[in-house]
């Protein structure tokens, strides 16, 4: 089975710090993905990447960077976290052909006080 | 850019009923298509696909999906509910040569003992 683990399921930091999201997949993925999931408004892409070192943004990249030097391996930074940035936030991988279905991490809710 | 309507934010069944959970996609392309299900605090799941071939597709826990291309949908049904399918439900349609999936913004299925 494909793990994708992120590394905490809780995570409290305060306005104006640099905050970074985890994850790691176990499958020799090629693509991994960011999304930010707000109730009643479905999951938003933030950032995605198909390969080691390349990125492409999503619907919602202002504020977020990402970094991706393993192919295991996907970060999410927020350079000046905000208050509005207080959200779920679920990683995701999938080989690299669009007929493959993406494997979700379990979520890491960040409150930004 | 595909975009997708899941019908009905909420929906409520008794255990034992029959389950429908709509979604219509807009595209002029055949898509790929993708139901997930999310149980409370944890990452997407995948309970179903469509990609090439037969338009009735089998997933997990008796759920199953028609692609029907005439009406753009591809709605969700489990003949008889149980108390274990309290989820939220999302449609996904991906375009052919896109990286991206275009998520629904979800429907929460609630199940009445």
């Known amino acids: 089975d494909v793990k994708v683990t992120q590394s905490s399921r809780y995570l409290v930091k305060r306005t104006g710090e640099k905050v970074f999201l985890e994850c790691v997949q176990d499958?020799?993925?090629?693509?991994m993905f960011w999304y930010r999931q707000d109730p009643g408004l479905g999951l938003r892409l933030i950032y995605f990447?198909?390969?080691?070192?390349?990125?492409e943004k999503g619907d919602i990249p202002e504020g977020y960077s990402v970094s991706r030097e393993k192919k295991e391996r996907f970060s999410l930074i927020l350079e000046s976290a905000s208050t509005n940035q207080t959200s779920m936030y679920l990683c995701?991988?999938?080989?690299?052909?669009?007929?493959?279905?993406?494997?979700f991490g379990d979520g890491t809710r960040l409150s930004i006080l | 850019a595909q975009s997708v309507t899941q019908l009905g934010s909420h929906v409520s069944v008794s255990e034992g009923a029959l389950v429908l959970l709509r979604c219509n996609y807009s595209?002029?392309?055949?898509?790929?298509l993708f139901w997930y299900v999310q149980y409370p605090n944890q990452g997407l799941q995948l309970l179903l696909k469509?990609?090439?071939?037969?338009?009735l597709v089998k997933g997990i826990n008796g759920f199953e999906a028609e692609f029907k291309k005439s009406e753009t949908s591809f709605h969700l049904t489990k003949p008889s509910a149980h108390m274990s399918d309290a989820a939220e439900y999302f449609c996904?349609?991906?375009?052919?040569?896109?990286?991206?999936?275009?998520f629904g913004k979800g429907t929460k299925l609630s199940v009445i003992p």
């Open positions: 995701a991988s999938r080989r690299g052909t669009v007929n493959q279905p993406q494997h």
């Open positions: 499958m020799d993925h090629e693509n």
């Open positions: 990447s198909y390969d080691v070192k390349m990125k």
């Open positions: 595209s002029s392309v055949p898509p790929y």
């Open positions: 469509y990609t090439t071939g037969a338009t």
């Open positions: 996904a349609p991906s375009g052919a040569g896109s990286y991206q999936l275009t």
